[in-house]
Structures are given as structure tokens and as C-alpha cells.
């Protein structure tokens, strides 16, 4: 009986992290679609923590990896993120829960960096071929009134 609930427990965690997949795929093509892109960006003029990611992620698809780390240094913790999230397990809850702050800080630090230093992707890639990836600019809901 016990491992009926432990395979219960997991497809749903399967079928959760797929829903949460699903709304994120329909989330980036409307804001893709739309316009808009980076919701933060749009509504502060400030690029996200996350801001890279999507390119990041194109790039590494395509086999380059050194722009794609150019883009986002974080890219592949998406994945490892998106899992531990997802996972209930009582005996790893203060490793997932650790895990994931360190995450989370990890990515508030390299926002951080790029605000401070936003030619920081001419230090692994060519300056001419990978724009600034992190900045601050007119929020695009303004652009919308001129």
C-alpha cells in the first residue's frame, strides 16, 4: 500500500511540473506575441534577474554553449530548479528548500553583477556579437503613450 501513494505521489509530480511547463510555454508566446517580452522590463525599465535566459537557452540548443553562457552564466540551473520546485520529499525538504534559496540568491548576484558591469558578456564573447544583456532603459509601457 505504501508504494501505491509513493507512485501516486510521483505521476503527480510529473503531471504537475508538465502543467507548470505547459504555463510557461503559453506565457512566453503571449508576452512574445504581444510584444512585451520581459514583464519586469516592460513595466520598470529594469531587465529581470532572468533576463537572458530565453536566448541563453536558444544558443545552447544550437551547440553554443560560450554564448549561451554569455547570455545567462544560470541557464542550466532552470531545469535542476524547475525539478526541485516540484519534488515533495519529507527527508530532503531543508536540502531542496537550501537548494533552492541558494538559487535564488545565486541569481540575485549575477543581476546584480550585470547592473553594475552590463558589458560583462564582452568578457566571454566577442563585444560585437552579444548585446548587453542586463539594463536599464524607458519602461516599454511608456513607449505605448509616444
Known amino acids: 500500500m505504501g508504494s501505491r501513494k509513493q507512485g501516486e505521489h510521483n505521476g503527480g509530480g510529473l503531471k504537475e511540473m508538465a502543467a507548470i511547463a505547459a504555463i510557461v510555454i503559453v506565457a512566453a508566446l503571449v508576452l512574445y506575441a504581444t510584444g512585451i517580452g520581459c514583464p519586469i522590463k516592460f513595466l520598470t525599465g529594469v531587465s529581470c534577474p532572468g533576463c537572458g535566459l530565453t536566448r541563453a537557452w536558444f544558443e545552447a540548443l544550437q551547440g553554443n554553449l560560450l554564448?549561451?553562457?554569455?547570455?545567462h552564466p544560470l541557464f542550466w540551473t532552470v531545469p535542476v530548479i524547475i525539478v526541485l520546485a516540484c519534488t515533495r520529499s519529507e527527508r530532503y525538504h531543508r536540502v531542496i528548500v537550501a537548494a533552492l534559496f541558494l538559487?535564488?540568491?545565486?541569481?540575485?548576484?549575477?543581476?546584480?553583477?550585470?547592473?553594475?558591469?552590463p558589458a560583462d558578456t564582452a568578457l566571454l564573447v566577442d563585444a560585437g556579437t552579444v548585446d548587453d544583456v542586463v539594463n536599464v532603459s524607458r519602461p516599454g509601457w511608456l513607449q505605448l503613450f509616444s
Open 67 to 71: 554564448r549561451a553562457v554569455a547570455y
Open 103 to 117: 538559487a535564488i540568491v545565486a541569481f540575485i548576484v549575477l543581476w546584480a553583477w550585470r547592473l553594475a558591469m
